[in-house]
């Protein structure tokens, strides 16, 4: 075994240098946190039929709070 | 996660509950977990193998059939064939409750599982599955709470549907390695893809497209709200011009009436500290102003008796004039009175005369007949009496002449008036007073001016006069500006009204619109980086599970010298590679091998901790490769159950070869007449004391 990431450590890490490198990402505030809690609701939801509505609604949170976040800053 | 300790009551061939039921613990010394249960066909190794399934879900797969055709063991039988969950002895005992009870560690906590089923209190034998009440519990026994949703608890371990990744029986291993192979099973494909965590970037792709599609609807509304307030647009810009400029007139003013205000604060200073004079000159002024009120007064006053004199001299002539009149009146009254005596005399001599004649009576029709002599000169006197008295009275009613009579009387009538001599005197009593006021307050603006110098007086009117103009110029002002605000209130209303038809846009974005567009944006690079990661993801993932794959297959292979690696395309469709570079179809003894190779590299990539538990693991494999992969499974860092049947694995050596990496080994027997009991017997002991 090469390394012991698993796959959602590598995801999360692609996921998370991209976003950071996303300048229109970074200037209207969006965090790693913000990448890893749509990450984990996605994760959470993921076998869940019933739930994946859920998360479209919580992500759709996420996303307003950040747009907030960038009118309060 | 990982298992500490079994415990099973009642639980299929494992008759006994309470003290006599059957424990397997896991608790090994210096952190070692694993576990061999050794068990010939038909003694029990499946059922312990599924007292797991059951703990965690709740229900057990008829064996053979896998995880997704929804064919489960049934609850309670009364026969062995049925293959019931509740142990066939207590049930004949009716003792109708049969549980796993699991103690695990996962995260930093110690959690005690217990699932059990129990015969409803209305039900005295149990025949079919919904006989049973079922019961599911999780403390932590850190802190003796217990988990409020016990089985979502437990999907956020290992969902179900992930479960066969992790727990499987060396019998199907072949079949996996098909399945893997042929590309036939669709379901199995798609866990793959979960155990991967695919989901989370196909899903987050096709949430955020949704989003985006949700944002982009909203922020198509926006756009045409904000087109339809551009037609009010040009009316709301006049009126704001119109607003912005009063408003900084009358910001300016508020200045200007601050800086008057501060002027005449200077000026009231300087008469306060100039009392005397000041005073004096406002006592001059209220005085001369008392005087000017007063002279109007009695000017008005004279003008009054102007327009009354030229009446006075009717007032005084009245009384004569009415006695007068009063005595044209009486003759006026006379000769009237004169006329009608004449006007019944002739009518009483008409009556007289036909009296004589024998004539019917003018007014009441009566004849007189036969009348005496005397009563005729008796007649006849009266009658010549009548027309003496008639040629009197045609003498005295017209001296003297009525006509003169009349407009004599209507002469003097013009001459009379109502007017009353006494409101003359009035008005000039008043005149008087006014005019004494006058005297008297110009004797105490006499006084007053007397009181200071022509100079000090020169410098207070100075300054008095500053106040006034000072103070009437603060009024205009004021004036102007309360003038100005009510504009500005019309102007605000015309532009608020203009604001409301416009949605409140003021021809610019709202607040609500720019905030869809942030959120548009943002989403769209979400979005984006999560399809970019999906895409590269996907040959990632492959790429290394094809990577570990082929370590874990070329290190358990009896063919390395043949075998070069795995190949794994991107539908996981899996071939071995020799070293010539070509595929090789295997034997199924490499198959199991290859489908072993996959598990491991799937389950270790999916970042889920959850012993591998095995049943008959060694079936497909010969010896070699058998001993090689419990070498290999135990030597890595994850919890281990291997049940291998004894022709896998024969105790003796596996716990030669396997017991110092195990916690403990058990091995199934049987007892009981029929030998249908099966009990655990425990042969290497490594557990904690």
Redesign the interface.
Do not use: C, H, T, Y
């Given at each position: 075994?090469?390394d012991?990431k698993?796959?959602?450590?590598?995801?999360t890490e692609?996921?998370l240098s991209?976003?950071k490198k996303?300048d229109?990402?970074t200037d209207?505030g969006?965090t790693s946190e913000h990448i890893k809690r749509?990450?984990s609701i996605?994760?959470?939801?993921?076998?869940?039929e019933d739930n994946?509505k859920n998360?479209?609604i919580l992500?759709?949170k996420i996303?307003?709070e950040?747009?907030e976040g960038?009118?309060e800053s | 996660m990982q298992i500490l300790k079994i415990t099973l009551n009642n639980w299929q061939g494992y008759y006994g509950s309470g003290k006599k039921s059957t424990i397997i613990d896991v608790r090994g010394m210096s952190g070692k977990r694993n576990l061999i249960v050794y068990g010939q066909n038909t003694h029990g190794k499946t059922a312990l193998w599924q007292s797991i399934q059951y703990a965690f879900y709740g229900r057990v797969n008829k064996r053979k059939t896998g995880w997704e055709d929804g064919k489960y063991k049934p609850l309670v039988g009364s026969e062995t064939h049925l293959e019931p969950l509740l142990n066939i002895r207590a049930y004949e005992e009716k003792d109708f409750s049969f549980s796993v009870e699991l103690e695990f560690e996962h995260g930093d906590h110690r959690y005690q599982l217990i699932r059990s089923h129990v015969a409803k209190k209305d039900i005295d034998i149990p025949r079919q599955d919904r006989h049973m009440r079922a019961s599911f519990v999780i403390r932590n026994l850190e802190n003796s709470s217990f988990i409020p949703e016990p089985e979502k608890f437990i999907q956020s371990i290992l969902p179900e549907r992930l479960a066969q990744f992790f727990m499987f029986d060396g019998e199907r291993l072949d079949a996996y390695r098909k399945l893997f192979e042929e590309d036939r099973d669709i379901k199995l494909k798609e866990y793959i893809g979960h155990v991967l965590r695919m989901p989370v970037l196909v899903d987050g792709v096709y949430d955020l497209d949704k989003l985006f599609s949700s944002a982009k609807q909203k922020e198509k509304k926006f756009i045409v709200d904000r087109s339809k307030s551009a037609e009010f647009l040009n009316d709301y810009n006049l009126w704001k011009g119109k607003k912005d400029e009063i408003d900084e007139v009358i910001k300016q003013r508020e200045l200007d009436i601050l800086q008057l205000k501060d002027e005449l604060s200077d000026v009231d200073a300087w008469l306060n500290e100039n009392d005397s004079g000041a005073e004096a000159m406002a006592k001059i002024d209220i005085f001369e102003e008392q005087i000017e009120d007063l002279e109007g007064e009695v000017e008005s006053f004279k003008i009054q008796m102007r327009r009354e004199l030229p009446n006075s001299w009717r007032a005084i002539l009245t009384p004569r004039v009415n006695v007068r009149l009063e005595m044209l009146g009486t003759e006026i009254e006379r000769q009237e009175q004169e006329n009608r005596e004449i006007g019944s005399l002739e009518t009483s001599n008409l009556a007289l005369n036909n009296q004589l004649d024998g004539n019917p009576c003018s007014t009441c029709g009566h004849i007189h007949q036969n009348l005496s002599l005397k009563e005729k000169d008796k007649i006849h006197a009266q009658i010549i009496e009548n027309i003496n008295r008639i040629e009197t009275l045609e003498q005295t009613r017209i001296d003297p002449n009525p006509t003169y009579l009349r407009k004599r009387q209507e002469s003097l009538q013009r001459i009379t008036t109502d007017i009353n001599l006494n409101g003359l005197i009035k008005i000039q009593e008043d005149l008087l007073k006014k005019q004494s006021k006058i005297r008297s307050t110009k004797q105490l603006l006499k006084k007053a001016m007397e009181k200071i110098t022509s100079e000090a007086r020169g410098r207070v009117q100075q300054f008095l006069s500053e106040k006034t103009k000072l103070t009437k110029e603060i009024g205009r002002v004021e004036g102007d500006q309360d003038a100005d605000k009510k504009l500005q209130q019309e102007y605000e209303s015309k532009t608020r009204s203009l604001l409301e038809k416009m949605g409140g846009s003021a021809g610019k974005k709202t607040r609500a619109h720019l905030n869809i567009e942030k959120k548009l944006k943002i989403t769209k690079e979400l979005r984006d980086i999560w399809e970019d990661v999906r895409e590269h993801h996907s040959e990632a993932m492959r790429s290394k599970v094809e990577e570990h794959s082929s370590d874990v297959f070329m290190d358990l292979t009896n063919m390395s010298s043949t075998y070069s690696r795995l190949s794994i395309k991107p539908n996981f469709e899996i071939s071995i590679i020799t070293k010539k570079g070509k595929r090789d179809a295997g034997s199924s003894g490499q198959s199991a091998l290859v489908a072993y190779s996959i598990l491991d590299a799937l389950t270790q990539m999916s970042g889920i901790h959850f012993p591998l538990i095995i049943d008959t693991p060694g079936r497909s494999l010969d010896d070699d490769h058998v001993m090689g992969l419990f070498s290999y499974l135990f030597n890595t860092d994850r919890q281990v159950f291997l049940f291998p049947e004894g022709k896998e694995l024969k105790p003796d050596i596996g716990d030669e070869k396997f017991g110092s990496n195990c916690a403990a080994t058990y091995e199934i027997k049987k007892s009981g007449d029929d030998g249908s009991d099966s009990y655990i017997e425990g042969r290497i002991k490594n557990l904690e004391t």
């Open positions: 075994m090469p012991n698993s796959s959602i450590d590598i995801l692609s996921l991209k976003a996303n229109i990402l209207s969006v749509i990450i996605l994760k959470d939801e993921q076998f869940s994946r998360s479209k992500i759709d996303l307003d950040i747009v960038q009118n | -």
